[in-house]
């Protein structure tokens, strides 16, 4: 079953701060976070485990709330260059772990304008 | 540049036919993936090989069927197309136990 993420867009001025978030019904292993620029193959985040854990690089960090089967994709001082659809995948418990055999949200849009 | 190649960029059909997806994953890499991306479904997972051997299968409609060669090249078949089978496809390879993927710059059918 698809993640289902929220909002399905967001329009944001630079420098401003924006979380997407997915959510299953399943149990998960691991989530993943990627971002597609219009006409563009998706480009890797990054991936949470199960576990709790919190990443990050530069100003955009993610969580996983394992037992709520949530995850959230934060954006610190937004800038243009993070215009894009975010998606995230999760993998369920069930598949065996590290098989990577994603299901992806629908996406959310995200706008930064100057 | 992802380092995964898929050819062709567009393909133009028409229902009924059969196409074949080319995918050439990054050097070393001994997983691939192919993805369904359309308007609608979003990015739907077709299947996984790894080093030649399918893994698994998501939603892959019977008409559609894949393969991984030993090079490790792999092709997605498409056949009796239908309208609805125009989307973009998308192959990504990994690393084993990454999970990250690399995807391609996808394959745009168009099924007239």
């Known amino acids: 079953q698809q993640p289902v993420q929220s909002p399905q867009a967001v329009i944001l001025r630079e420098g401003e701060d924006a979380v997407i978030n997915c959510s299953s019904s399943?149990?998960?292993?691991?989530v993943h976070w990627y971002r597609q620029k219009h006409g563009e193959a998706p480009i890797f985040l990054m991936i949470?485990?199960?576990?709790?854990e919190q990443k990050g690089h530069d100003k955009i960090s993610a969580s996983f709330n394992e037992k709520k089967q949530q995850s959230s994709l934060y954006l610190t001082a937004s800038q243009l260059s993070y215009s894009g659809t975010y998606f995230c995948?999760?993998?369920?418990?069930?598949?065996?772990?590290?098989?990577?055999?994603?299901?992806f949200g629908k996406g959310t849009k995200l706008s930064v304008i100057p | 540049d992802s380092g995964v190649t898929q050819t062709p960029k567009h393909l133009i059909t028409a229902t009924g036919q059969r196409v074949t997806l080319r995918c050439s994953p990054r050097?070393?890499?001994?997983?691939v993936y192919w993805y369904q991306q359309s308007l609608d479904q979003g990015l739907q997972f077709l299947i996984h090989?790894?080093?030649?051997?399918?893994?698994a299968k998501g939603n892959i409609l019977e008409r559609f069927s894949a393969q991984q060669f030993p090079d490790l090249h792999s092709e997605l078949n498409l056949s009796s197309l239908e309208l609805g089978d125009s989307a973009l496809y998308f192959c990504?390879?990994?690393?084993?136990?990454?999970?990250?993927?690399?995807f391609g710059s996808g394959t745009q059918l168009s099924v007239l």
């Open positions: 990504a390879s990994s690393v084993e136990g990454s999970g990250k993927l690399f």
């Open positions: 399943k149990a998960l292993y691991s």
């Open positions: 949470l485990l199960k576990g709790g």
């Open positions: 995948g999760t993998e369920p418990s069930y598949s065996g772990a590290g098989s990577y055999q994603l299901t």
């Open positions: 050097s070393g890499d001994l997983s």
């Open positions: 090989y790894y080093n030649g051997e399918e893994r």
